[in-house]
């Protein structure tokens, strides 16, 4: 259970376009979705939180312009990268808890590898 | 800023039983300790989460001292596919707080045949 699925699992953009990021619990609900960036080596850094029918809340330093956020449903957050630029190469991770369980801990997308040529 | 300070990194040969410390001098008495593993280019994996004393599941153990202020992982008997990151994150785990879940800087461990 608390399966986290993230999608697409890679993809190649050209500097100037936009990319969608998609974020599903697939049998839990979950009101609150948490964005990471990763870079090589390096460890987690929230960018974002998103919650369901309200607006996102973005960390110090990133831009709400540029890393769109939407959290249309229980199930479903989106992350969209716009204007994306090479220094926007990076793994995305999105995470989630499971508003049904007491406690619960993240559980987390596997990832979505983003290269800006 | 991370609650938590691990060791940057461990090595281990396969068999042998390894033990992960997390320092959370910080910790808040709503505050549970988590524990992730991470290999390349995947997300983070759950592997076992506690309040105080311990905690067992099938693949770890989690030792919790009574004043909580550090907590240590144990994977017994290692093997190679034990070669992973693996983050300590501290936080409030009930759903309706909005804290942010930082992670630190997580402990490379390398299984060596």
């Known amino acids: 259970g608390a399966v986290v699925s993230q999608h697409p699992s890679w993809v190649i953009c050209k500097s100037g376009t936009s990319v969608k990021i998609e974020c599903r619990s697939l049998d839990f609900q979950a009101t609150t979705m948490f964005w990471y960036r990763q870079f090589p080596k390096q460890s987690l850094m929230l960018m974002a939180t998103s919650n369901e029918g309200s607006k996102a809340t973005y960390e110090q330093g990133v831009e709400k312009d540029k890393f769109l956020i939407n959290h249309a449903s229980l199930t479903l957050s989106t992350l969209t990268v716009t204007s994306a630029h090479p220094e926007d190469s990076s793994f995305y991770i999105c995470?989630?808890?499971?508003?049904?369980?007491?406690?619960?801990?993240?559980?987390f997308g596997n990832g979505t590898r983003l290269t800006v040529t | 800023l991370a609650k938590t300070t691990q060791p940057i990194s461990m090595d281990s040969y396969e068999g042998q039983e390894v033990n992960i410390t997390c320092s959370h001098n910080n910790i808040a008495t709503n505050d549970y300790i988590t524990w992730y593993q991470q290999f390349p280019s995947q997300g983070p994996r759950f592997i076992i989460q506690g309040y105080k004393t311990k905690v067992t599941n099938e693949v770890a153990s989690l030792f919790i001292p009574a004043d909580r202020k550090s907590s240590t992982l144990s994977l017994p008997r290692v093997s190679l596919s034990d070669t992973a990151v693996y983050y300590c994150l501290v936080g409030d785990m009930n759903y309706y707080n909005t804290d942010k879940l930082i992670f630190g800087t997580g402990t490379r461990l390398q299984v060596f045949p």
């Open positions: 995470s989630a808890r499971d508003r049904g369980k007491v406690n619960s801990p993240l559980h």
